[in-house]
Each structure stands twice: as C-alpha cells, then as structure tokens.
C-alpha cells in the first residue's frame, strides 16, 4: 500500500479554472462591424489617396529604373530620380531613349532593326504604367513594320498621358 494515502480525483484549484466564454452581446457585435466599417473607409480612402497621387505607378516606375541601370547607391540614385521628376515636373517621361531602346530590343529576337506592329503594342504595354496608357496604346494604329526610332515616338505619345 502507498503511503501517499487514498487516492482521489484529479485536486482542481478555483485559481487555475478556465475562464467563462461567454457569447457575444449584441452590443459587442455592432461595435465590432462598427470598427471594421471605420477600418474598409480607411482602406478605402488611403487607397484612393495612392490612385489619385499615382504612387504606385511612381513606385513601379522607380524600380524599373532601379532595375535598368543597377546603380551601386540605390538611395543615391532615387533621390536623384525623384528631384528630376520634381525638377521637369508630371509630364516627364518616366522612360528614357536607352529603356525604350531595350523594350525595343527585347521584342526584336531577331535583331533586324524592325518590329511588327503586334510586336510594338505588346512591347508598349509593358511600358505602361496607368490604365490611361494602357487603354491609349490600345487604341493607337501601328504601321506593319516599326523601326526604332518610330518605336521611340510611338512610346513618348503613349508615355505622356497620364
């Protein structure tokens, strides 16, 4: 026989029990979905805030330069990139004649110097940073052959509109 005396049930101390769930009140509830509206109006006005300033299309633009050029001081290089848009202000081209070159490279495998027009589209629309170009490209009329520097062109009217 064991001398720790008669074994009985599991001992519960009132200090260690689980807490009480209890239901949700109505109350709770309606300050609940009151919260998230407040949270999807907030969502909603920062993301119109970004649309309106086009931020991302800044931002996407910024990394495509970053990309292109690989500079060794990346801050260097955006801060430099951000004072020339100040500087020539919202109609700069967010591309330059050598990125426009290569989008055009890129879509000339064969390295002819020519590009057929469904080439020189689909090539712009990677340029694109806004639904606005976007749609500007789509409606724009290619000859059946495009040269670069007709490439050139062609990218600075559909880059302009904002």
């Known amino acids: 026989s064991s001398s720790l005396g008669p074994k009985t049930g599991p001992r519960t101390n009132p200090v260690l029990s689980p807490p009480t769930v209890h239901s949700p009140s109505h109350f709770d509830i ?40 690989k500079p060794e001081d990346v801050r260097g290089f955006l801060l430099q990139e951000l004072a020339m848009r100040e500087n020539e202000g919202a109609e700069h081209g967010f591309f330059e004649d050598a990125e426009i070159t290569a989008v055009f490279g890129l879509a000339d495998l064969m390295q002819t110097g020519i590009i057929s027009a469904e080439q020189a589209k689909t090539a712009l629309l990677s340029l694109a940073n806004s639904q606005k170009q976007k749609e500007f490209v789509d409606g724009m009329s290619f000859p059946e052959e495009v040269d670069v520097n007709m490439f050139r062109q062609f990218a600075k009217d559909a880059l302009k509109n904002l």
Do not use: G
């Open 30 to 69: 309606m300050v609940q979905n009151e919260q998230a509206d407040v949270q999807n109006e907030e969502l909603r006005k920062a993301e119109e805030y970004l649309a309106k300033n086009r931020v991302m299309e800044l931002f996407n633009d910024l990394c495509a330069s970053l990309c292109f050029h």
